[in-house]
């Protein structure tokens, strides 16, 4: 990403045409591991007063039957999204029965593999299904690293700048191929600069000794911070390391993001491609499903990036090809961290920073990516992850060493000319504030949340596990004491009571033998 004013985003200003770029849609979804007060992970079933985790639009699971999914709908005001999480943060805790959700992304109170509950989704073929994808993930990388939480950002670019933008640039291509194609550039250039998500955000830089008691070898690379907790002192985001969210088994796995049928093509190809590891491990073994196939990739979710192109699947819709038949309708960022220092872990501050970081990555040029960007990029990624606030740190950038400061000092001065543009005839200019307070971290590590977070660690003399589970129970207090909103009650028991009723009436319906219905579903072309 050149460190240059957009020539896009100056030729909207020359043409008064720069407002077209507020009002994108933003929406969160938010990982929260249920436990009980003394810390354990939760082994009681999602409470059915929260409604069918298979069909609730707003709350559901995602690995573990433990691991509770708080979904909002896309809003254009970012403080209506950030109230509606809130929302269902109140009407969960209304029915978590003497539980608590734990306020970090990487897990505590687990006891290896076997100690975190597979997530069920009921007796239809599509719930059967989630639940096997599942168990293969189990068998592929473990149920531990499954565990771990974390914010989704999905941001949807505004409807109409889309049409200005092709007409300013007098495309040749389709209305709908240039949607594509830019959605694709933002994808391209947030992965070459998305390390500073890492730095800004990550909240992850020690983990649990427990974590490892399924995989004890990887205990040997970090130092110990005391006698229950593992660190690197300059990590920022573990989750996002290779201990974590980011699988070595993918290392080699190139999904091409240059285009949208390459996506496809490439992410398609990857799910018909056998895969000897997982061969071994076996497909249907006694009778029972193992895994989906043993194929690289059961399915596209499995597919472990740090942002995703996406468009909202019809029920049984293979995502690929929701993509391939109605375009990109937003994008999905992954790699946010739970803030323990926020009762909904985000807030304000970050939610504008990371739109106007998108709207920046969407407005620069963003030439293919090369084999060798690939490789430069992650390697970028876990240097930040594994010592993002070292002094002196040194990134790669056009095959150039930089300092990691710089670099950041550039990003952020490029993100101000969206900020300006969002702020325009607002008296408050929130955009220039969250950035402000970002360029304060860039200039005083241990502003950052990691490095804060290790520093509460240092002052109680506590492990992680007690500073997650006192925070934790701070914010579950937060949530306990206060009434909840009598409209948002409401709305929340009559959804859940119409999940019931779907996942029942989906039930209920003739099911074909599995094995067919798997057959079909993966030969949707």
Partial sequence: MNNTHSARLNQLIANNSQHFICGGQKGIEK????????????????????????????????????????????????????????????FVYQHLDNEMLLCTSMPCGIDGDESIPIAEYGTSNIGKMKHVYRHGLWHRYGRTM??????????????????????????????????????????????????????????????????????????????????CTLYHPYA???????????????????????SLPEYVASLGQAIATPYPDYENIGVVVNGEYRQLNANILQIENEFYSVIRPKQIAHSGEKPTLALKR???????????DLDLFNPIGIDEDKARFVEALLLTCLLQDSPPMLEADFQTNNRNQLQVANQGRKPGLELEKDKKNIPLKDWALEILENIQAVCDVLDQGQ????????????RQRVLNP??????????????????????????????AACFNGKKADEAFTKQFNQMAQQSLAKQAELENKPQLPFDEFLKQYFAQQ
């Fill in 326 to 336: 109605r375009g990109v309708r937003y994008v999905e960022m992954r790699s946010l």
């Fill in 446 to 475: 241990e502003l950052t949340p990691s490095a804060r977070m290790l520093d509460a660690m240092k002052n109680v003399e506590e492990p992680f596990d007690c500073l997650a589970l006192a925070k934790s129970a701070e914010h």
């Fill in 146 to 227: 499954q565990a771990i939480a974390g914010i989704h950002f999905n941001y949807s670019v505004p409807e109409a700048l889309w049409p200005v933008l092709h007409q300013q640039e007098k495309s040749e291509i389709s209305l709908e191929e240039f949607i594509a194609s830019g959605y694709f550039g933002l994808i391209r250039n947030f992965q070459r600069i998305g390390w500073l998500i890492l730095y800004l955000f990550g909240a992850s830089p020690a983990i649990c000794k427990s974590f490892f008691k399924s995989r004890p070898q990887l205990m040997a690379q970090f130092e110990e911070f005391d006698h």
């Fill in 31 to 90: 990982e929260s591991l249920r436990i009980s007060k003394d810390g354990s992970i939760s082994h009681k079933p999602h409470p059915k007063s929260l409604g069918s985790a298979l069909t609730h639009p707003c709350i559901t699971t995602d690995y573990s039957e433990a691991l509770i999914e708080l979904i909002t709908p896309p809003f254009t005001d970012i403080k209506e999204t950030l109230a509606y999480l809130k929302a269902i943060h109140h």
């Fill in 427 to 438: 008296d408050d200019k929130l955009y220039t504030k969250a950035l402000q307070v970002q």
């Fill in 236 to 258: 920022t985001s573990l989750r996002m390391s290779d201990i974590g969210y980011k699988s070595k088994n993918q290392a080699n796995l190139r999904i091409n993001y240059n």
